[in-house]
Each structure stands twice: as C-alpha cells, then as structure tokens.
C-alpha cells in the first residue's frame, strides 16, 4: 500500500530490481566463504573425511531455527548425517543462500529429510509437492513404493493418498516392475481391499500376489490374510481348477482358502438369482474391479474431441458368474465437447423483446452419458457401475490420470472432465490432440431374499 502510494499520481515511477544480482551475490558468498563466521562439519559413516562448509550465521538462522539454535554459543558445529542426506549436504545449504534447488527422483527422500530435521518448511512442503507431481517419472527401479513407505513414516498424508491412488490407478506397470517386490504387507493388504484397482483380470492380480508371497515367505497367518483377499468368484472355473492343480503357494494354504473357493464355484455353477438366496452377494468378494479386459469393457479414442458429438458401441458380458458369461448386453455412449448445463442454456431476456443472452463455447463442459441398448429379465437382480478412466501421456507413459465412477442410479458422471480443457491441442488430458478413454462396466448383484445364517 505504501509503494501504490508513493506511486500515486507521478508518471515517472518504476521498479528497479536487481534481485538476481542479489542471488548471484549469496552464491558467491557461500562459494568464496567471505566473511564467514561459522562453519559446518558433515561427516558421515560412508567416508572418514568431514565436508567443511564456510557459512555465515545470520543467513542459516535465517531459514533454519534448528541452525539458529546450534549456532547461539559456538561458532563450529559437526554434524552426523547418514551418507545418502551427507551428498546432498552442499544442495541443501546452497537453497539456504539462494531460495533454489534442484533435484532428481532418487534425491527427493534425502532432500526431504534434511528439509525436515532442520525445520526449513518451504523446502520440505517444496520437495513434498515435488514427489506427488512426479509419481509418473520413469525410474529404473521404480519410486512409488518408496515414496508411499516413506510417507508413512515420516506422517504425511496427503502424499500417502497421492502414492496410494497412483498406484490403484496404474496397478499394472506396477506388477511387472521391479519394486513390486519391495511392497509392504501393510500396503500390499490396503491396496487388496481396494475396488478401484485398474488390472487386466483378478488372475493377474492372483499371479502378481503369488509371485509376491513366493519371493517375501511371510508367516503363515499374513499369507493366508493376503491370499483372502483375493477375489476369487472374479475368475473363471478353469482357471481356478488351473490354480488349483497348479499353484504351489495355494496349495500350502489351501485349508486357509478352500471356503472361498468351494464359493466360487458355487457363484459360477448356480443362477445368480438362485445363489443370492443363500449368500450375501452385497459384499468385496463379489464385486469387480475395474478390469481392462475385452468383456469388461472398452477403449475409446477420440480425435479432436472439441470438435463435435461422438458416439459410440460395445458389448459386455452380463456378469462374471459362468451362468451370465454367454449372455452378452450392448451399450451406445455419447460423448459431447460443449454441453450445456439449464442454467446456461440461452433464454429470452424480459429487457430487450426477442434478444437471446449470448452463450460463449466455453461455457458447455464435456459430458458423457452411457446407456444400455435394450431391456431384459436377466437384468433382474443385477445393477451396472459404470467407470470412466482417462489416459494421459506423462513423461512418455500413458497412465491414467483420472476415473471417474458414475452413481448406479445415472446414466453419466456429474463431474466429467468437468476442469479440462479440450479446446487447447496442449490440454494435459489429451495425446496427440486425441482423448484416450477406457469405459468399464462392473455388473453388482444384489442379494433378493436375506441371505440365511
């Protein structure tokens, strides 16, 4: 305010910055060591050398209350760091002078932790932000995981549920790399109890899980927990007889399971209408994931999708019991760039006779809407979720970027793609100016008559 008001009213005021000159300054003040009158000891269990840094008290005192307090009585301090935070001590003191750092994915853990036990709260909330907007990077050996374990440690929730819904979302890259191994029974039992797990098929997730217990050998009671967890009734009879015949983990446990799977072949030999009569169908065990299986759904591909209305056709199996699987139920999709919501749809105004109010493209959102193309009494006894998920391209990887889950009751989700931007070619949720959709219909029975005790 008091700038504006030195500014008020004379035509000959200007800004004068020179705060790069500044920074450039600091740097050279760290680098030189001139006028230093503190120094810092980093040593670390990884070399017998200390890495001596010349600062300055004011500057870590400054951003650090942590350094502040270390430098009230005593003009050298030597500090203990393991050897992954120990080389990237240097970074660290460098954002101290200049405000500024950059680092790769394998430094984000150590970069966080100095961030923390220093107390410099921009930085920590800085590299935070950094790991949730780079869940997508390509690593060699994978960094999810670690970030998700690491998070949990250190108590940050935000990037805990950032962690959790990537890996949901995108659990088949996860499966086939190599930190699959490195997942935790805790994030392991959370990511089983999950319905939004986007996969191929549940024997996918059955093969990955297998293979999992083989490599990790937990004690039996976590195995058998793991292991019924599994959505059994989502696989075929042959391939559970497969399984079965087959499978050297499930046939260590196989007293821990052969309840669920003597009711998976139950579910698949019975009619459904039939089998809700004695079991409790509202429950995990008989309700998909969101699986990318041909008879679970479709892809759908649209080109310029700020263009014009599309539509589209498919066919899904009626359910995943046996007893539905020849039966088949065809689905029409209308996609539409610019609908308009009531409320701004063009009306007669009261003041000007015969003008329309001005209705503006940007004003419609896309909307999509998907229904069934014909009626049956198999529908009986059986109602259709409808997920939606859009693919982008992130750091040359098509991942999901979103899914959006309609109400059983709707034809179409409230909230598609309700903050995109299709009209920009530069739009983050379209590849090659084209929007990758992947529609997937979950078919959830519904228990008749009370199931008996």
Not at 264 to 282: C, E, G, M, T
Not at 428 to 436: G, K, T, V, W
């Amino acid at each position: 305010a008091a700038q504006k008001a030195d500014f008020s009213g004379d035509s000959t005021a200007a800004t004068i910055n020179h705060s790069l000159t500044l920074l450039q300054r600091l740097q050279e003040l760290l680098q030189n060591g001139n006028g230093s009158d503190s120094v810092l000891r980093v040593r670390s269990a990884a070399s017998d050398e200390a890495k001596v840094f010349h600062t300055h008290q004011l500057l870590l005192s400054l951003q650090s209350e942590v350094f502040e307090s270390l430098l009230r009585n005593q003009s050298v301090v030597t500090l203990h760091e393991p050897p992954e935070t120990a080389a990237l001590f240097e970074k660290f003191i460098r954002y101290l002078y200049c405000g500024g750092v950059s680092i790769l994915l394998h430094q984000a853990i150590p970069m966080h932790q100095l961030a923390s036990k220093y107390r410099v709260w921009g930085l920590q909330r800085g590299v935070a932000e950094y790991m949730r907007t780079h869940l997508a990077s390509e690593s060699s050996q994978g960094h999810v995981v670690g970030w998700y374990h690491y998070a949990v440690r250190v108590g940050d929730v935000a990037l805990q549920e950032s962690c959790l819904q990537f890996l949901a979302w995108n659990l088949s890259a996860v499966l086939g790399s190599a930190e699959w191994g490195s997942v935790s029974v805790e994030l392991l039992l959370l990511l089983l109890e999950r319905s939004d797990l986007v996969l191929h098929s549940e024997l996918e997730l059955y093969t990955a899980v297998e293979g999992w217990l083989s490599r990790r050998q937990p004690e039996a009671p976590v195995a058998e927990r793991v292991l019924r967890a599994i959505r059994y009734p989502m696989i075929a009879p042959n391939q559970l007889f497969r399984l079965q015949a087959q499978s050297a983990v499930l046939a260590r446990h196989r007293g821990a399971v052969q309840d669920l799977l003597f009711q998976a072949f139950q579910f698949h030999a019975a009619s459904p209408l039939h089998f809700a009569k004695y079991f409790d169908v509202n429950c995990s065990m008989f309700l998909p994931r969101n699986y990318l299986a041909p008879s679970w759904g479709s892809q759908w591909v649209i080109t310029n999708p700020a263009r014009d209305d599309r539509s589209t056709s498919f066919q899904t199996q009626l359910g995943p019991s046996s007893h539905d699987s020849g039966k088949r139920v065809t689905w029409n999709v209308l996609f539409s760039p610019r609908w308009l919501p009531v409320s701004l749809r063009p009306v007669y105004s009261d003041s000007v006779a015969g003008a329309i109010q001005p209705v503006r493209i940007e004003d419609g959102r896309p909307r999509l809407v998907i229904t069934p193309a014909m009626s049956s009494p198999d529908f009986a006894g059986v109602s259709f979720q409808k997920t939606v998920l859009v693919g982008v391209r992130q750091q040359g990887r098509v991942l999901v970027k979103h899914a959006y889950s309609f109400h059983q009751s709707s034809d179409e989700a409230a909230d598609f793609l309700a903050h995109a931007d299709l009209q920009k070619r530069t739009s983050e949720y379209l590849i090659d100016n084209s929007l990758h959709l992947h529609i997937i219909i979950k078919p959830v029975y519904h228990s008749l008559i009370k199931a008996k005790k």
